[in-house]
């Protein structure tokens, strides 16, 4: 079992920025890629960004791209989501995911993965 919390969101002006950190407990030692997914109201999830256990390799959508920082620190079991120059269309409730033990990929779609948090809410104003 793995746990995950986030941490980070909150309300913020277009333009600003915010760090979303994901705390991970419970199996930490199988290192699953994980990854951040978004949610807006009357939407799917939507991939945000993935990482590879290692931190080696990332993914991003393209809506993203430039502007969103994925990485995380397997010492302290945290994932971090830097977002910056935040758009009003980045409004959604943010959620870590944790797939794969040791996964070498990054995963991309929901499905890939096994375990979710609760998800915090990341508001933009225009």
């Known amino acids: 079992q793995v746990q995950l919390v986030e941490s980070g969101g909150g309300l913020v002006q277009a333009g600003d920025s915010l760090r979303l950190s994901c705390a991970v407990s419970?199996?930490?030692?199988?290192?699953?890629?994980m990854g951040w997914f978004r949610q807006a109201p009357g939407k799917e999830r939507e991939f945000v960004a993935g990482i590879n256990w290692s931190g080696g390799r990332t993914d991003y959508a393209d809506s993203v791209k430039g502007r969103f920082t994925i990485s995380r620190d397997n010492a302290k079991n945290t994932v971090a989501l830097q977002m910056n120059s935040l758009k009003p269309e980045d409004t959604a409730v943010y959620y870590c995911?944790?797939?794969?033990?040791?996964?070498?990929?990054?995963?991309?779609?929901?499905?890939?993965?096994?375990?979710w948090g609760q998800g915090t809410q990341v508001t933009v104003s225009s």
């Open positions: 995911a944790a797939g794969s033990p040791f996964g070498t990929r990054v995963l991309l779609t929901p499905l890939d993965y096994e375990y």
């Open positions: 419970g199996r930490t030692f199988s290192r699953p890629a």
